[in-house]
């Protein structure tokens, strides 16, 4: 059945290490997107991909960085540069319409 | 600069009546609406949406108001329900100067007590 999956649910961070959050649809939608959410807070636009081979910066891409290979996959890697990189990240995806979809999120954690 | 405002962060109705969730925003591009619920340490789910042309839309106990003089909309659930209780996100987007960039709201806690 179609939809989004991220994966891990938990994953941890050492100091100066990055890491990669997976998200993949099979929805055939052409964009997909990355959010971070911290506590009290909305959604805050990370990166974008309108389509393949194509992304743009969000509202706060420093420290992250993304790639569009396929249409069904774009994975954000939290680099040692994100400095306060512990948060709930959420992936999304839309179709033609202007609704987006959401994954079920990634908990990344600093050791 | 926060362009889609939800000012309350909570709100408690008693199970059978009315929740009415409140959104303002201040930009005068945005023509889309959504509202998303959001259960902890999950991803949001979408309810419900309105295009700008219009002033109500209505799906089974969900309502979302759009008053565009006001720039306000909310959500209307009735009859609330214990299962509705959840995060519920304000989110907009501005079509032609920004494709499908969704600004969200901070989001209300809502509390349906039995």
């Known amino acids: 059945d179609g939809g989004i999956t991220q994966s891990p649910k938990y994953l941890f961070r050492k100091e100066g290490q990055n890491v990669t959050l997976s998200c993949e649809q099979n929805l055939n939608h052409d964009a997909m997107y990355w959010y971070r959410q911290d506590p009290g807070q909305g959604l805050r636009l990370i990166y974008y991909?309108?389509?393949?081979?194509?992304?743009q910066k969000g509202d706060i891409a420093e420290g992250y960085s993304v790639s569009r290979e396929k249409k069904e996959s774009f994975p954000l890697t939290v680099t040692s540069a994100q400095k306060n990189p512990t948060a709930f990240y959420l992936c999304a995806s839309a179709g033609s319409q202007e609704t987006q979809y959401f994954g079920p999120g990634t908990r990344l954690l600093v050791l | 600069d926060q362009q889609v405002k939800q000012n309350s962060p909570s709100l408690s109705v008693q199970e059978g009546r009315i929740s009415i969730l409140n959104c303002d925003y201040t930009n005068s591009m945005f023509d889309y609406f959504l509202w998303y619920k959001k259960y902890p340490a999950e991803g949001p789910t979408f309810l419900i949406s309105?295009?700008?042309?219009?002033d109500k839309n209505e799906d089974g106990r969900f309502t979302v108001f759009l008053n565009k003089s006001a720039k306000h909309l909310s959500l209307h659930i009735v009859p609330s329900q214990p299962g509705d209780s959840a995060v519920y996100f304000c989110?907009?987007?501005?079509?032609?100067?920004?494709?499908?960039?969704?600004?969200f709201g901070t989001g209300t806690r809502l509390a349906v007590r039995p």
């Open positions: 309105i295009s700008s042309i219009k």
């Open positions: 989110a907009a987007s501005a079509s032609e100067s920004s494709g499908d960039k969704l600004t």
């Open positions: 991909s309108q389509i393949v081979n194509d992304f």
